[in-house]
């Protein structure tokens, strides 16, 4: 994970800077705390299987 950008809006086309990324993940607000997820944590997703 490269960043996390809390608290943005629904469904916005607005370019959040956060360095270069292979894909986005969205979560409901205040979910990143509540799991105490960071950025550098590992996310895995057979979605993103090599």
């Known amino acids: 994970m490269t960043s996390i950008a809390a608290d943005t809006t629904p469904m916005s086309e607005e370019v959040i800077p ?4 292979y894909a986005v993940i969205e979560l409901n607000a205040g979910a990143t705390k509540k799991i105490g997820l960071k950025p550098g944590d590992a996310v895995r997703h057979p979605a993103f299987r090599n």
């Open 18 to 21: 956060g360095g270069q990324a």
